[in-house]
């Protein structure tokens, strides 16, 4: 049993002080108490806050960060950014993406992220054919993960079409594809695979309602298993929406949840344009809202109605998505600004009289615990596995604030350089804003963007 302590830890979403956290050889959190004495605990100074979830991440896109942002026509969406991707994925192998996925998930604990969900399509080489070994893409995923240390649900992806209505596929979709059977059989054996690997969990993930179509999403809904996690995108621009009206009569949200079981597995990536039927739809279902916002501010998506979600007592969290910027804090405070600008207006989404820090992020860190790890328990309690962030206490955005003000001061005045140490099932992974192989992961990383941005 390793025991630390803490002046001031942030335990199911309230500032409690002199906590004393007993964890257990297999990385679970035994007890934590408050108003205790440390005793022969491991004293930390610093605030205490749980680890933050990623919900939603393509690692490979990390290496295309800026690469996207030569102005183009002045109708320029999401959809020039993804010829962007398309091209810049002619020249990826599975070294060189597993180099970037270590470098981004060291980035992402040095944010305070400490578990992720990969939406992971990159399966087949350049051109399309398979690996000989069909899960090595999805191999260096998991690898990745536990060379850096971060928490992982994998979600592997099906992608079959490039349209509603089961399009073919176009050229630069060749990497993606599988039909359901060859999907299927990828399921099975990562989770075969991963059977035994602590920290690491399997979910499926429709790709979107345009790549899928109605069969295949029965199909896989009919094989998973109940505690198994469901990622798709959804409702991401107008064009998607408007395609599938033209396609179905009816909008993304609306038309999943006439054809499936929306419930707590669910996460629906972006969800941004929705009515306010489809918001009490999905709150009611108790499905999850994957909200990316530095992604959907980058790609020009529009902003999704939180605050009317959080009325409806909805559950979201945060995904870095694309990985153009990795910060926790910095994913909230888009988010509340988006709002702000939006109703001019301040404090939207948080409670009166609460900290608009703290309610932020408990409600992210429950609703992305939830939809990665479903049926578990979030946040810092017995049983749930000890993934926590210490915060500087002698940074500048914190000095002088008391305990409820110490979240608002990270997420409004601070970014990741507030991040002091960081703990993924009880393992240090980050001391003193190093991640403990930053060099080895950086150093790797700079060869491989050095010889990618020669072909490009
Ligand atoms: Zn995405």
């Given at each position: 049993?390793?025991?630390?302590?803490?002046?001031?830890?942030?335990?199911?979403?309230?500032?409690?002080?002199?906590?004393?956290?007993?964890?257990?050889?297999?990385?679970?959190?035994?007890?934590?108490?408050?108003?205790?004495?440390?005793?022969?605990?491991?004293?930390?100074?610093?605030?205490?806050?749980?680890?933050?979830?990623?919900?939603?991440?393509?690692?490979?896109?990390?290496?295309?960060?800026?690469?996207?942002?030569?102005?183009?026509?002045?109708?320029?969406?999401?959809?020039?950014?993804?010829?962007?991707?398309?091209?810049?994925?002619?020249?990826?192998?599975?070294?060189?993406?597993?180099?970037?996925?270590?470098?981004?998930?060291?980035?992402?604990?040095?944010?305070?992220?400490?578990?992720?969900?990969?939406?992971?399509?990159?399966?087949?080489?350049?051109?399309?054919?398979?690996?000989?070994?069909?899960?090595?893409?999805?191999?260096?995923?998991?690898?990745?993960?536990?060379?850096?240390?971060?928490?992982?649900?994998?979600?592997?992806?099906?992608?079959?079409?490039?349209?509603?209505?089961?399009?073919?596929?176009?050229?630069?979709?060749?990497?993606?594809?599988?039909?359901?059977?060859?999907?299927?059989?990828?399921?099975?054996?990562?989770?075969?695979?991963?059977?035994?690997?602590?920290?690491?969990?399997?979910?499926?993930?429709?790709?979107?309602?345009?790549?899928?179509?109605?069969?295949?999403?029965?199909?896989?809904?009919?094989?998973?298993?109940?505690?198994?996690?469901?990622?798709?995108?959804?409702?991401?621009?107008?064009?998607?929406?408007?395609?599938?009206?033209?396609?179905?009569?009816?909008?993304?949200?609306?038309?999943?949840?006439?054809?499936?079981?929306?419930?707590?597995?669910?996460?629906l990536?972006?969800a941004?344009?929705v009515?306010e039927?489809e918001i009490k739809?999905i709150a009611?279902?108790?499905a999850v809202v994957?909200l990316?916002?530095?992604?959907?501010?980058?790609?020009?998506?529009?902003?999704f109605p939180v605050n009317q979600f959080m009325n409806e007592k909805g559950s979201w969290?945060?995904?870095?998505?694309?990985?153009?910027?990795?910060?926790?804090?910095?994913?909230?405070?888009?988010?509340?600004?988006?709002q702000?600008?939006?109703?001019?207006?301040?404090?939207?989404i948080?409670?009166?009289?609460?900290?608009?820090?703290?309610?932020?992020?408990?409600a992210?860190?429950?609703g992305?615990?939830?939809?990665?790890?479903?049926?578990?328990?979030?946040?810092?309690?017995?049983?749930?596995?000890?993934?926590?962030?210490?915060?500087?206490?002698?940074?500048?955005?914190?000095?002088?604030?008391?305990?409820?003000?110490?979240?608002?001061?990270?997420?409004?005045?601070?970014?990741?350089?507030?991040?002091?140490?960081?703990?993924?099932?009880?393992?240090?992974?980050?001391?003193?804003?190093?991640?403990?192989?930053?060099?080895?992961?950086?150093?790797?990383?700079?060869?491989?963007?050095?010889?990618?941005?020669?072909?490009?």
């Amino acid at each position: 049993m390793i025991k630390h302590f803490f002046d001031f830890a942030f335990v199911q979403g309230k500032w409690a002080q002199n906590v004393l956290l007993s964890i257990s050889a297999d990385g679970t959190i035994n007890d934590i108490v408050s108003n205790s004495p440390a005793g022969d605990a491991v004293k930390h100074r610093g605030y205490m806050v749980p680890g933050m979830p990623n919900l939603h991440s393509h690692a490979f896109q990390r290496a295309m960060a800026g690469l996207g942002e030569l102005a183009g026509p002045s109708d320029d969406t999401f959809w020039s950014w993804r010829r962007v991707m398309y091209d810049f994925l002619q020249h990826l192998g599975p070294d060189e993406f597993q180099a970037i996925a270590d470098q981004l998930y060291m980035e992402m604990l040095k944010a305070g992220f400490t578990s992720v969900g990969e939406f992971h399509y990159l399966h087949h080489q350049v051109g399309g054919a398979p690996y000989s070994d069909r899960l090595e893409m999805s191999h260096r995923v998991i690898a990745a993960a536990e060379k850096t240390g971060i928490g992982l649900t994998l979600l592997p992806v099906l992608y079959s079409y490039s349209g509603f209505g089961a399009q073919t596929p176009s050229s630069g979709q060749g990497r993606f594809i599988n039909d359901v059977d060859q999907y299927l059989a990828l399921v099975e054996a990562l989770n075969t695979a991963s059977k035994e690997k602590a920290g690491v969990c399997i979910g499926v993930a429709p790709h979107s309602l345009r790549a899928t179509s109605q069969e295949q999403i029965k199909t896989v809904l009919d094989v998973v298993s109940a505690d198994m996690p469901i990622h798709i995108h959804i409702a991401e621009q107008m064009k998607e929406v408007d395609d599938c009206i033209a396609w179905s009569g009816q909008r993304p949200v609306e038309w999943l949840a006439n054809q499936v079981e929306l419930d707590e597995r669910w996460c629906l990536v972006h969800a941004t344009h929705v009515t306010e039927a489809e918001i009490k739809t999905i709150a009611t279902a108790g499905a999850v809202v994957g909200l990316c916002p530095i992604t959907e501010a980058n790609l020009g998506d529009g902003l999704f109605p939180v605050n009317q979600f959080m009325n409806e007592k909805g559950s979201w969290g945060i995904g870095s998505d694309s990985n153009i910027n990795i910060s926790s804090a910095e994913e909230l405070r888009t988010l509340e600004y988006g709002q702000r600008l939006l109703h001019q207006k301040r404090t939207l989404i948080a409670e009166p009289g609460r900290s608009n820090g703290d309610y932020l992020y408990d409600a992210a860190c429950r609703g992305g615990r939830r939809v990665l790890n479903p049926g578990q328990k979030a946040g810092l309690q017995i049983g749930t596995v000890a993934d926590f962030v210490i915060l500087k206490d002698d940074h500048p955005a914190l000095i002088g604030k008391k305990p409820s003000q110490i979240l608002d001061g990270w997420i409004f005045a601070g970014n990741n350089e507030v991040v002091k140490e960081v703990f993924v099932r009880g393992k240090q992974v980050v001391n003193d804003g190093h991640h403990i192989q930053e060099d080895s992961i950086k150093e790797r990383f700079q060869r491989v963007m050095t010889d990618l941005s020669h072909k490009l």
